[in-house]
């Protein structure tokens, strides 16, 4: 059965499932977003030489399930890891991207990494959502909230051609995520290197 509605209700769906709509909205935000991740930008700009936006494609767009389990955040003010938390605009809990990936560090200070990578949503009401999680094939490095809807998260996968950096746009409110790849590839890249850089100051022993 299909549902009826006006013609205003027409246009606003068409505006949010329309891939075209969604990456012209997402290439602001992207170009926005890298402006203030700097030191992600500049870790690839090393590998891509200066990019922006326009150099991701959509790869496609997906819901998510929304299934929460009752678990509080296990990273205290007190874990050198807190502060990469990326607190929520207003105040429900933190994303987190780090802990389940980085176990610890040897005593020259590299990490000892677990072969997935998962951000979790740890919220106020202590209970917690999976937002998105990936195997040894690539790996979450940094991200951002955009605003108290919207999370942007930056990585890369690896594929037979060789390392893509990749973004992950997830709107929490309505879950939904969209999934946004550069289109070039580079042979070589150290899977660990924004990581290992981010952590390596830390104590996590």
């Given at each position: 059965m299909l549902a009826c509605g006006t013609s205003s209700d027409s246009e606003?769906?068409?505006?949010q499932t329309n891939p075209k709509t969604a990456s012209e909205d997402f290439a602001t935000r992207l170009d926005l977003a890298l402006a203030q991740k700097k030191d992600w930008y500049a870790h690839w700009t090393e590998q891509a030489g200066k990019f922006d936006a326009s150099a991701?494609?959509?790869?496609?767009k997906d819901s998510l399930d929304?299934?929460?389990?009752p678990e509080k955040n296990p990273i205290l003010e007190s874990d050198p890891l807190f502060p990469y938390q990326?607190?929520?605009?207003?105040?429900?809990?933190?994303v987190d991207?780090?802990?389940y990936k980085v176990e610890a560090q040897d005593e020259f200070g590299n990490p000892y990494l677990n072969p997935d990578s998962e951000?979790?949503?740890y919220k106020a009401d202590g209970m917690k959502e999976r937002l998105l999680f990936m195997g040894p094939s690539?790996?979450?490095?940094?991200?951002?909230?955009?605003?108290?809807?919207?999370?942007?998260?930056?990585?890369?996968?690896?594929?037979?051609e060789g390392f893509r950096p990749m973004v992950w746009l997830i709107d929490v409110s309505q879950h939904l995520i969209w999934q946004y790849?550069?289109?070039?590839?580079?042979?070589?890249?150290?899977?660990?290197?924004?990581?290992d850089q981010k952590i390596r100051p830390l104590d996590l022993k």
């Open positions: 606003e769906e068409s505006k991701f494609e959509l790869v496609f929304g299934f929460e389990m990326l607190q929520h605009p207003a105040g429900n809990g933190a991207i780090y802990s951000v979790t949503w690539g790996m979450f490095e940094d991200g951002m909230w955009l605003n108290e809807n919207e999370l942007l998260i930056l990585g890369y996968l690896q594929e037979e790849r550069m289109t070039q590839t580079f042979p070589e890249y150290e899977p660990m290197s924004f990581i």
